[in-house]
């Protein structure tokens, strides 16, 4: 694949791509995809110009908005997990009021209304939202493309098992697996099995091997490498 | 004050969107089946009526509620004991007797 690429563009002389602009040389260009206005991007400029010039926000208001979105991590979420695993009076309040369990670990959860589902030798849960998107974005950011699709979404209910399996993450057939599916107000958050041959490790350490996926409930956490 | 209590049997309702289409939480695949509740979230504005504008008050308690994979989808292959947890809105579910 790479060495069919680097022969058409090998015009028998040395080059990398920095070089100078050359009208003579054309290579293939992928189109600029900015250009597209489409229908809702055109709905939300106006809106967001409307609400400018009538006063009630400012470019501020929505940069810092912006802003507090981009933030929102899932190193926020893997740090709770981290401390529900060494913490275990946490992890009985991170399940029975997540909301509150959450903001003593530092973290505004802001309206969201938040199940907090643990992993268990005998139960697995993974999450996904038929409907739409619903995620948790307040606690782990922005959703990964393949949450939104139409693919995982109409899979994940039907054929839990084998859309694991493709992530890599194989199921014990007398492990009971649960979807969850966030239809309406509330959101979901996967707390992950701490994997064995951790003991004695850091609440740092631990929280560094949580990953976005783990918390979704389409892979497990492994131990330590 | 919700009408259904954790552990309850009830029963999705079995209903298409009217006309005009409307918006609606419950997903296709799940109406008609009966399910266990799981737990009682709370009230909320109703998405239906929040979707045209209208205030979606009074709030409808909102449940979740838990159905056997098996009789969701009648070939479902994985383990008889999986699950398929999903919250509905109180007007779309009637109670259900033991075995329904």
């Known amino acids: 694949m790479s060495g069919n690429h680097h022969d058409r563009h090998h015009h028998g002389h040395d080059h990398d791509h920095l070089h100078p602009y050359d009208p003579e040389h054309h ?13 809702y991007r ?5 809106v967001r110009e409307l609400m400018i010039e009538k006063g009630l926000v400012t470019p501020d208001d929505i940069r810092a908005e912006v802003e507090a979105m981009d933030a929102r991590v899932p190193a926020n979420g893997a740090k709770v997990v981290a401390r529900a695993w060494t913490d275990p009076d946490f992890k009985k309040r991170l399940i029975e009021t997540p909301k509150e369990a959450i903001a003593e670990a530092g973290h505004d959860i802001g309206p969201m209304k938040l199940v907090v589902l643990e992993n268990t030798p005998e139960v697995h849960n993974v999450v996904v939202c038929t409907l739409c998107s619903c995620y948790p974005r307040w606690i782990l950011g922005i959703p990964p493309d393949w949450y939104k699709s ?10 839990p098992r084998a859309v694991l399996k493709e992530f890599g993450t194989e199921i014990a057939g007398d492990r009971e697996v649960r979807v969850h599916d966030s239809t309406a107000d509330m959101r979901y ?4 099995m701490r994997p064995a041959g951790t003991d004695g490790m850091s609440e740092e350490d ?6 976005r996926d783990a918390m979704i409930g389409v892979t497990e956490v492994s131990g330590a490498r | 004050m919700p009408r259904f209590a954790v552990g309850d049997r009830v ?14 939480r419950t997903p296709y695949y799940i109406r008609g089946l009966s399910g266990t509740v799981e737990r009682i979230c709370g009230a909320f504005k109703n998405p239906e009526e929040l ?21 969701v989808w ?3 292959d994985g383990n008889e004991a999986d699950k398929i947890e999903i919250e509905i809105f109180e007007f779309w579910l009637d109670a259900a007797g033991d075995g329904a």
């Open chain 1, 27 to 39: 290579h293939p260009h992928r189109p600029d995809q900015d250009d597209t206005m489409t229908y």
């Open chain 1, 42 to 46: 055109l709905m939300e400029e106006a």
């Open chain 1, 150 to 159: 139409r693919s995982y979404r109409s899979r994940v209910v039907r054929e």
């Open chain 1, 189 to 192: 958050f996967v707390l992950p």
């Open chain 1, 206 to 211: 631990l929280a560094a091997l949580v990953h």
């Open chain 2, 11 to 24: 029963r999705v309702h079995k209903q298409f969107p009217p006309t005009p289409p409307s918006h609606i």
């Open chain 2, 51 to 71: 979707a045209f504008g209208r205030p979606g008050t009074p709030e409808v308690p909102l449940y979740r509620v838990r159905f056997r994979q098996k009789d």
């Open chain 2, 74 to 76: 009648p070939d479902y």
